[in-house]
């Protein structure tokens, strides 16, 4: 029963082991990246830069409107 | 600004995709990374642009069958939208293989399908401009247009699937779909591809807009000399 029960607890810990890897398996990632928090500078400038772009777009369409509205289309 | 909550819709989606695009859970993969997230940016392109091209199809049929000029702007504006999201997608392509396959432009029936697509949609723009007389124009290059989408599909989809090719779900790849596309990915990948379809259809818009104001000016000028 002793015996037993060693196996299974060694098998348990190589289970363990296993599933530590399917988390984490070496693959390098930019974990660090995201630990040092600085990677959310560069999503905020992606983001300042869409939004300058998204307002450049909304007011192209306005500026369409008004000339739509001058003559009469619609 | 009339019906224009497709447009900050399409605004509020790509500043989604662009948060959890780049902070989002990603599956850990070998070689390629991190640049898995390139799913949202890279291939949510390629089918905005076979999404849009699909569309400029069905307004060619709707030309031909009804033979409104207004289909045919449509049809050649969504066109063009969707070629210039095919050049973004071979640049940004080439950005992601030269880091990944180690060549910026591998010999691959993909890349060489894609490139040959819009080519066939270049010959589509030069086509249009090669007519002077407007309603020629519109017929001829509406039935161009579905000949090209036929072409267009099974060189960019199928062919590549029946050969050797790096691109997933190719030779011997498997899929993105079968067990790498998880659902952490679908959850920004299917909001992506509606949003780069919206700001497609947004930069048609626009064209077409400035296109309908150009022929009124137009006939008014032609009108105000037969008056004068």
């Given amino acids: 029963m002793k015996k037993v029960s060693l196996l299974l607890l060694t098998l348990f810990l190589i289970s363990g082991n296993l599933f530590a890897q399917a988390v984490d398996n070496g693959v390098p990632m930019a974990d660090k990246l995201r630990e040092d928090g600085k990677i959310w500078v560069v999503v905020a400038v992606i983001a300042v830069v869409f939004a300058g772009i998204a307002i450049n777009m909304l007011r192209i369409d306005s500026k369409v409107s008004k000339i739509e509205k001058e003559l009469n289309i619609k | ?228």
């Fill in chain 2, 1 to 228: 600004m009339r019906k224009s909550w497709w447009k900050i819709l399409c605004i509020v989606i790509i500043f989604y995709v662009i948060f959890m695009g780049l902070m989002g859970p990603v599956p850990r993969l070998a070689i390629i990374n991190e640049s898995i997230r390139n799913t949202y940016f890279h291939v949510a392109l390629w089918l905005a642009m076979t999404t849009l091209l699909f569309a400029s199809m069905i307004f060619s049929i709707r030309y031909l069958n009804k033979g409104r000029i207004g289909d045919d702007d449509i049809a050649s504006e969504l066109a063009k939208s969707a070629i210039f999201f095919g050049i973004l997608g071979c640049l940004t392509g080439s950005v992601w293989a030269n880091y990944t396959w180690g060549d910026p432009w591998p010999n691959d029936p993909k890349l060489n399908g894609a490139a040959v697509g819009i080519l066939i949609y270049l010959a589509y723009l030069l086509l249009r401009s090669s007519f002077e007389d407007e309603q020629r124009r519109a017929r001829i290059s509406s039935v161009y247009n579905i000949f090209a989408f036929a072409v267009f599909i099974p060189i960019i989809y199928i062919l590549p699937r029946l050969t050797d090719s790096l691109h997933p779900g190719s030779g011997g790849n498997s899929t993105f779909g079968s067990y790498d596309f998880n659902s952490d990915i679908r959850r920004v990948f299917y909001p992506a591809i509606i949003g780069y379809i919206l700001l497609g259809l947004w930069l048609a818009e626009l064209r077409i807009r400035i296109k309908v104001i150009n022929r009124v000016r137009d006939e008014a000028l032609i009108t105000s000399d037969k008056i004068s």
